[in-house]
RNA sequence: CGUGGAUCCGAAACGACCGCUUGGUGUGGGCAACUGCACUGAGAGGAAAGUCCGAACACCACACGGCAGCGUGCCGUAUGUUAAAUGCGGGCAGCGCGGGCGUAAGCCAGCGUUGACGGAAAGUGUCGCAGAAAAUAUACCACCGGGGAACCACCGCAAGGCGGCGACCCGGCCAGGGUGAAAAGGCGAGGUAAAAGCUCACCGCCCGGACCGCAAGGAACGGGGCAGGAAAAACCCCACGCGGUGCAAGACAUAACAGGGGAAACGGGCCGCCGGUCCGGCCUCUGCAAGCGGCGCAAGUCGCGGGCAGGGAUGACUCCGGGUAUUAGUCGCACCUGGCGCAAGCCGGGAGCCGGGUCGCAAGGCCCGGCUAGAGGAAUGGUCGUUGAUCCGCUGGCAACAGCGGGGGACAAAAUUCGGCUUACGAAGAUCCGCAAAUC
RNA sequence: GGUUCCAUAGUUCAACGGAUAGAACGAGGGUUUCCUAAACUCUAGAUCUGGGUUCGAUUCCCGGUGGAGCUA
């Protein structure tokens, strides 16, 4: 999973539900939909890596750069909720930083960390 | 030297920081499930891929009979506990190369290469177009022989005669007919009115076959005028093999009725169908028996009842593309109150490798110990730095190459395990072989 | 993961192993109309891919690619 369990995001019902009810943001390179939690807790990621990225091997190591920008950024976020994270193809060709860079800015969009300074 | 093929090796290296899954040990929390921390070990491939074969393993009733269906298809041998498959050798057939013999048809040996390589004289069906004809060899054109209307020429006064051409009839009849993928033995001679294996020589072919070979098969010799085109990756026939389903198989959590008979109307399973059979249910009988009640001081006895069903609170899970309504199942805890059941839990360890012992001449057999990835919205990683196989650009140089800059490894990721097959794939290296040679 | 099946014009479907691979809708051109629609007419356009069997392959066989169904 690559992720502490209290992050994780493990059944078709909530990817749905986060999709329809939940706002979202697009970039170039990925989109972000975000669904608040009414009780507190913690924020939850989700990752949806289609075939059309690529074969196995690419779409595992999109998945595991996306999970460890969300491990890194998770102690930032305060609010509670479901976040999924939905990259297009041409995301496995960019570099490390590019994708980083557009996650960020779109959890910004989302309101889920103050404005970058 | 170049180039091609096969097999093998191999699958960039090192470091720092931050993480994930999992085994063990210690320790803390929790009734438990579980969970925190520390230390320590393990954590993708040669194809993990495609899912094309096979095996292990598991369950279905240890697996019944027939039909249907599916698979395989030259022979020997080795490996593979068996299988699938692979290696080696051989046979036959096709193609290519050059050679020898022969007037030629053709034959002979050699080298290379290819072959899903049982059967087309068991049966059914197919062979478009073209062509006279496409599988029963018939009709047609043309040819040859006989008869011969009409017409023409000649002779004759005429009747008529003779000759030519010849509709048509009878017979010969498959040698010729520019087609086609394929045309019904070839070639030479004889033969004939013209022809024809009609006859003969040679060659080919078919049948039998001494003998050789484990076998596939080869073959001296003998016989036969020659039938029998192709395709079975058309149906099919023959031989051999196959019970079905796949880890989403399944197992576990003491026990919670047993046996006989009947009916043949029900359900399920064994295989897709039929037969046959098994199990369950139904009816009935016998035995045992939880519980309740009556009688009895008691042992006991009589009757009812009945052999697994019902309800509730809370939390979680299963399931779900979305919505509405309703419902089901499972787990832990607390209940009457245990069980059953269960998709949650847990197992699924099988097979392989290494080492030792022992038996055996050996190949190898047996025993013991150790090692072994176990994820499951799916771990095995992310970032940075150094080095760099190879590539690109620029400059210099005849060239090898040198300098500078850039980029930085191919294909592709377990999902029960193992063996094969197929397909994908960057660089370097190793071994063997071909692109021939020799003889007649 | 396992298993079953499919692939033909832009789309939906045809085609005993033998035409120039056919039809409908769609597309483009033309006729008609003041213009459009309708109608009529013409044209273009395809066997997923690589081999094999066969005289000949959309069809039969074997690889590959892509897609779909079933199975808890």
Same mark, same amino acid.
């Given at each position: ?9 493990? +059944?078709?019902? /909530?990817? $749905? ?7 979202? =943001?697009? %970039? !170039? &390179?990925? #989109? ?32 595991? +750069?996306?999970? /460890?920008? $969300? ?7 305060? =609010?509670? %909720? !479901? &976040?999924? #994270? ?32």
């Amino acid at each position: 999973m690559g992720l502490p369990g209290t992050h994780r995001m493990t +059944r078709s019902g /909530e990817y $749905a539900a986060v999709r329809t009810k939940g706002t979202a =943001r697009s %970039g !170039r &390179l990925m #989109t972000l939909a975000f669904l608040a939690d009414e009780s507190p807790g913690a924020i939850r990621f989700g990752f949806t890596i289609t075939k059309r990225v690529g074969n196995a091997v690419h779409r595992n190591k999109l998945r595991r +750069r996306l999970r /460890e920008i $969300a491990r890194h950024t998770a102690p930032s976020i305060q =609010r509670a %909720g !479901r &976040l999924v #994270t939905i990259p297009r193809p041409i995301a496995s060709e960019a570099t490390f930083a590019e994708i980083q860079s557009e996650w960020q800015y779109l959890v910004r969009k989302l309101g889920l960390l103050p404005p970058a300074p």
